[in-house]
């Protein structure tokens, strides 16, 4: 499979995931609504790894990356279920846009990756100003708005921390059966939860809600998974987080177009700082480079 156009799956994926996971939880409950999405996520894995004859390594390295990435997908999809019941799904991959800055802070302490040069430093500064006017439309919102932020702030804190792991682990083992583990670790902890803390099988499930659920178990959890995983293999953690410098702006549109979600001021001052300091947190040495290089130059002249 080619590394870009995975690549490009992934953001195409990652720019429609926030309105449906807000979608597929009205009627149903958001317990319901990701433990289903999983369930048939994990069944299509299967079949896949069925149909394509790929084998599910059981050594192991291949059953800590099982644990590691269920753990973290069990973790930051609870998390953003919950917390995206209670702020609009464009804010929800605004938030989601800290990842490469957290990702790379991880991956700086615990990989050895990458290094906390003045440029990263404050691109991790203008994220934190960003957020802080987030913050400040939560608060205008309510306090449900503030928690729903806080969740999707842990959510970004767990998938960070697992893909710096998986990457720590290093296991040689196809993305189909990363995906295929992780989600069989964590779709009995989803089902299990559910039955404890729901009230049953909902009795209003509607048809955007189906659809929603439909569709992430498909793309937003088997084939977004495998994608993601398989680009992973490819290039560095902090690297592949830069999709979500995309895909604030993409889920913002299609929110507000789909959804008629509001867009409230704070959330494009707090966009807008969020993507200026991921540009400088991952090109901030490069530009400085050529600037001054384009200076040098034209004093010589």
């Known amino acids: 499979m080619s590394v870009p156009a995975a690549y490009l799956g992934v953001i195409l994926i990652w720019s429609t995931t926030p309105l449906a996971i807000k979608w597929s939880s009205e009627g149903p409950g958001f317990l319901f609504g990701v433990s289903s999405r999983m369930v048939i996520g994990v069944v299509l894995c299967m ?147 559910w039955l404890i803390f729901d009230n049953g099988w909902p009795t209003q499930t509607p048809a955007h809600a189906v659809v929603s659920i439909i569709y992430l178990g498909i793309f937003g959890s088997a084939l977004g998974f495998m994608l993601y995983y398989y680009a992973l293999k490819h290039i560095e953690a902090g690297r592949m987080a830069l999709v979500t410098l995309i895909t604030p702006v993409t889920a913002l549109m299609i929110g507000t177009w789909l959804n008629n979600e509001a867009l409230h001021s704070n959330v494009i001052i707090g966009t807008v700082l969020i993507l200026s300091g991921l540009l400088f947190y991952e090109w901030g040495n490069i530009i400085a480079r050529k600037l001054n290089t384009v200076i040098t130059t034209a004093k010589m002249q």
């Open 47 to 193: 079949l896949l790894m069925l149909t394509m004859r790929v084998r599910l390594p059981w050594h192991k390295e291949a059953l800590l990356t099982y644990i590691v990435a269920g753990a973290g997908v069990f973790g930051a999809m609870t998390c953003v279920y919950w917390g995206a019941q209670y702020i609009p799904s464009g804010m929800v991959s605004v938030l989601f846009g800290l990842t490469p800055i957290v990702t790379g802070a991880f991956a700086a302490l615990w990989i050895s990756e990458t290094s906390f040069t003045p440029a990263k430093i404050c691109g991790m500064l203008a994220g934190l100003l960003g957020l802080i006017f987030i913050f400040g439309t939560g608060v205008e919102l309510g306090a449900r708005s503030v928690f729903g932020i806080l969740a999707v702030l842990a959510s970004v804190v767990i998938h960070s921390l697992s893909a710096v792991w998986v990457k720590r682990i290093g296991a040689q083992i196809p993305a189909m059966a990363t995906t295929t583990g992780a989600l069989l670790f964590a779709v009995p902890f989803y089902i299990v939860t």
